[in-house]
């Protein structure tokens, strides 16, 4: 799986987080590991182009998801060679905007870009929330990805904790592996 993030929008944002969150939606969700993803993050500016376009309505939004191909065996020729590399699609976000959305939340500006980050996979993988029904399941699902990937990451954080504890007290200890 191949997830590219470019930073255009002038704001620092923690690249490898952005890249860990949407690895974690998509193998998940069962995303063929074949598939490549585009994250981009943007000015207000070129958000509002995007979306003005796109969407015909003005002003920047948080996020954008762009689909692209198909991933489903069945839509191939049968003489089509095997699957490669598909792109998936595009996410776009837009820092400075949800920077103004964090702060009315109640937490940072990386937990916001995490949530619109997951927010965009499940909108390339065909969920939408136009409807009661949609957004109920969509946001569930979006919350049930976000509290998983952050309990993986804070056992991960934990285990590596011990794991340096355990090399001190061997070190002190003269067992240290060498």
């Known amino acids: 799986m191949s997830i590219e993030v470019a930073n255009e929008s002038g704001i620092a944002v923690d690249e490898s987080l952005i890249v860990s969150v949407a690895r974690y939606a998509l ?22 182009e995007l979306h003005e376009r796109w969407m015909d309505e003005p002003g920047p939004t948080d996020v954008m998801a762009f ?7 069945d839509t191939r020729r049968p003489d089509a060679p095997d699957l490669g590399p598909a792109l998936l699609g595009d996410i776009v976000l837009c820092p400075a905007f949800a920077s103004d959305q964090a702060r009315k939340a109640g937490h940072g500006l990386p937990d916001e870009l995490h949530l619109l980050t997951v927010h ?9 929330h136009g409807e009661p029904d949609q957004e109920r399941e969509m946001f569930a699902l979006q919350d049930k990805l976000l509290g998983e990937w952050r309990a ?12 340096r504890t355990d090399a001190q007290v061997l070190g002190a200890a003269g067992l240290e592996d060498g």
């Open 27 to 48: 193998d998940a969700m069962g995303v063929s590991p074949a598939v490549e993803l585009a994250i981009t993050a943007v000015s207000t500016e070129a958000m509002s």
């Open 67 to 73: 689909p692209m191909d198909e991933l489903a065996e």
């Open 120 to 128: 965009g996979v499940l909108h390339l993988l065909g969920y939408d």
């Open 152 to 163: 993986a990451r804070e056992r991960a954080a934990r285990e590596e904790a011990q794991r």
